[in-house]
């Protein structure tokens, strides 16, 4: 019987993952076809990889394609991201910004326009938010060092949050002039407008690399959620996977928030909807998180340019706005289940 219900999983899981895909591909083309101007986007597609040049090849490949590879990473960042921390902590309310490398890397971000050194230097914005992010680490190392529970992580992430959250209202305080202090405001609701290939090969490398730490982590997970000890007597080394996935989250959505800005609950959503369909498996849910991360990034920031604004709605705030009350409807529904 066991068999046959891993069989059964196995192939709910491969369906689901199909699914994914081929959605993600329709609202590729979709998304490359969304905007103010009308373009033929396979015409355009064709010209680009004949290297011809036109009107519908430039705006393609300089701003819709970009800005469309960027929702895909991103969401795929932050969908994964949030699936190995609720694996980790087994705990399906975490999510990125519970170790405070979400609000450190937007910190860095900050400083670089605080200081001018993005009007300066372009790629400044996205690096100064990736060495947030790894200092962020570094310091949750330390804090954690001598003492690696569970309740010590969350509270050392809490207190890392906090810290660059303070920092970032006092850079926001402090601005030279109220020109910086709106351009840091409207960056720190994320977007994806205006991004061009170089941040796209700029977070690739971390990225890549993220993922990969947090994809090597699917069966230990699987363990895990049998208990600690359980995983233990398994062969699991505890302390190694913590601080692979956390050092994989640290890159990926270090990466992110580096380039779009503050993009919440992206990793706290997906993987709830998702769960059921991998039976419940933190492990296994890696992928489809990843994919639907992708896909619910890509829809959102669709969303965004169709809505008649006078000025275009930013991503994150759509996010948060979907997000919040999920997140309420999530505290709820456990406080009924822990109630006696």
């Known amino acids: 019987m066991k068999k046959l219900s891993n069989i059964s999983d196995n192939s709910q899981e491969k369906r689901l993952i199909l699914s994914l895909l081929g959605c ?25 990889f004949n290297a ?35 694996g980790m902590i087994r705990n399906p309310l975490a999510e990125p910004g519970i170790i405070g490398v979400s609000s450190s890397a937007a910190l860095g971000a900050v400083i670089t326009f605080y200081f001018g050194l993005s009007a300066v230097f372009p790629l400044a914005l996205p690096l100064g938010g990736i060495i947030g992010a790894l200092l962020a680490v570094a310091f949750l ?39 910086a202090s709106l351009e840091i405001f409207f960056w720190l609701m994320g977007s994806l407008s205006d991004r061009s290939f170089t941040h796209v090969w700029l977070i690739l490398p971390p990225t890549l690399f993220g993922w990969w730490l947090m994809l090597g982590t699917r069966r230990d997970l699987n363990v895990l959620s049998l208990g600690e000890d359980t995983a233990r007597s398994l062969g699991v080394q505890l302390q190694q996977l913590n601080k692979r996935i956390i050092l994989g989250v640290a890159l990926a959505v ?28 933190p492990g296994r849910l890696l992928i489809s998180s990843a994919l639907g991360g992708a896909l619910l990034l890509l829809v959102a920031d669709i969303t965004v340019r169709l ?31 822990w109630a006696p």
């Open 254 to 281: 270090g990466a992110a928030v580096s380039v779009s800005g503050g993009i919440g609950f992206v990793g706290l959503v997906v993987p709830h909807l998702l769960r059921r369909y991998v039976g419940y498996q």
């Open 141 to 179: 190392h330390a804090l954690t060092a001598h003492n690696n529970s569970m309740l010590t992580l969350i509270l050392a992430g809490v207190a890392v949050s906090s810290l660059a959250a303070a920092l970032t209202s006092l850079a926001l305080n402090l601005a030279p002039n109220p020109y």
């Open 52 to 86: 011809d040049t036109s009107i519908d090849t430039l705006v393609i490949y300089e701003i819709r394609l970009p800005r469309t590879l960027l929702a895909l990473v991103i969401g795929a960042s932050l969908g994964l991201s949030g699936a190995a921390l609720q």
């Open 307 to 337: 809505l008649s604004t006078q000025q275009e709605l930013k991503i994150g705030v759509l996010t948060a706005l979907l997000g919040a009350p999920f997140f309420l409807h999530l505290i709820l529904k456990s406080k009924r289940e």
């Open 24 to 48: 993600i591909t329709l609202l590729f083309l979709v998304s490359l076809n969304v905007g103010n101007i009308n373009l033929d986007v396979f015409n355009g597609l064709k010209d680009i």
